[in-house]
């Protein structure tokens, strides 16, 4: 289970209810999180224009993408490739 709320602050929880991930790395609201299908990872975005890709079993964040336009949401398919879009 993931949550990312309006101060820009991410918690990630395992099965058993302990928290995995609790970072407060986004300047603005969270727009959108999603897994990989390994739950491996997590792909974070927000209205400060950034996408953080989480490596969830070191708690760190491994890649960021800055976007000119800041309403984009990110997923991560099936297939491990990483989806930007405005819609």
Known sequence: LALG?????????DPSGQIKLDADVHDSP??????NESNSQL??????????????????????????DPE????????NYYFCTKE
Do not use: C, H
């Not at 709320?5 to 990630?12: A, E």
């Not at 969270?30 to 897994?35: A, E, H, M, Q, T």
């Open 5 to 13: 709320d309006q101060d820009g602050r991410i918690r990630v929880w």
């Open 30 to 35: 969270v727009l959108s999180i999603s897994f």
């Open 43 to 68: 792909l974070s975005t927000s209205s400060d224009g950034k996408a953080l890709l989480w490596e969830l079993s070191q708690g760190r964040i491994s890649g960021t993408m800055v976007s000119a």
């Open 72 to 79: 984009n949401y990110a997923y991560i398919l099936p297939d």
